[in-house]
């Protein structure tokens, strides 16, 4: 049951090649859960184990996994071809590797491309490959895929548009829920339920949830609390579809806001405009850095905001939905139509104990951005 068609794998499968071929590489030693997941649709957290996939220049693509992950395979992808290495006590699956190399004849003096920045390779299991693979040229191509991945397809912007659509409802749910004495927990399970109960998927990374002290945090923890009557709740959270997420953010206000909630979701609200106005083809993303940099520090708020705003996104896999290309000082990837985009405007103030933090995702056009959320950026107060 691959997501997409037979002829849109096809094609990436050509764009793939047609950067091999320009690179010189014989072949691609695919270890990233997002390349296996994007060329063939191959889907699963076997990634935590030994698992590569294999492709020539020339023929199919090949994966070497796990037994368990066999049937996986053949029912999520469009792979023929799935060999398996026999778990055991001090085996090495690189030999395996070694072996399907030479069977495709793409052992000796050849070139072969190796994606080392992912989670799907550990250090460990470099070394295996490193310690067995001698005769071909192994070089670093860690970027070749996701490069291609930043441009969307139709059919991949639909999925976007779809997992923003449970974002949307995953707010409401969390609203309907957020009151004096209201438990975590519980506003957590109406969020994530929400988008299950709507046929979505388990995103690339934890609910982002804290209040409270908490919510000067941009990272989940464990530990829950209940509201206060006087209180304040950061969210950051993604619908997923289909793999394909488009978080958002917000601080929500319980009680009484006070001065400085309302003095920095007016600045965060104005970074955000500005810095979606700068999302155009052409710009750079280190442009639209700048953007967040100059409203906020006019704000003040200098020492309050992050070295960061944001980050392309996509189908990704745990334990992160955050692709590589970010938003900060210098970023020279430049915006093209069709990319998408999640920007945050985060404000934490230790001083004060406030916080404010603004997110949505936005698709590129070809005039400009479009932003795909439905939500107010006015202060959610309860």
Known sequence: MPHFSSSEFANRLARVRKRMSKKGLDGLLLFAPESHYWLTGYDTFGFCFFQCMVVPLHGAPVLLTRSADLRQAKHTSILSDIRI??????????????????????????RLGVEFDTQGLTAHNWRLVESVLKRPELVDTSTLVPKLRLIKSAAEVAYVRKAAELSDHALDAAVEMTHAGAHEGAILAAMQGDVFARGGDYAGNEFIIGSGEGALLCRYFSGRRRLDSQDQLTLEWSGAWRRYHAPMMNTLVVGTPRPEHERMREAAREALLACEAALKPGNSMGYVFNEHVRILDEYGYRQQRLNACGYSVGARFNPCWMDSQMFFEGAETEIRENMVFFLHMIL???????????????????????????????????
């Open 85 to 110: 290495w026999k778990d055991g006590e001090g085996v090495n699956p690189a030999n395996d590797l070694k072996g399907l190399l030479k069977d495709m004849g793409l052992y000796k003096r050849k």
């Open 348 to 382: 934490m103030d230790s001083d004060t104990g406030a916080a404010q933090c603004l997110g949505r995702s936005s698709l590129v056009t070809a005039g400009g951005s479009e932003c795909l959320s439905r939500s107010t950026l006015d202060l959610i107060v309860t």
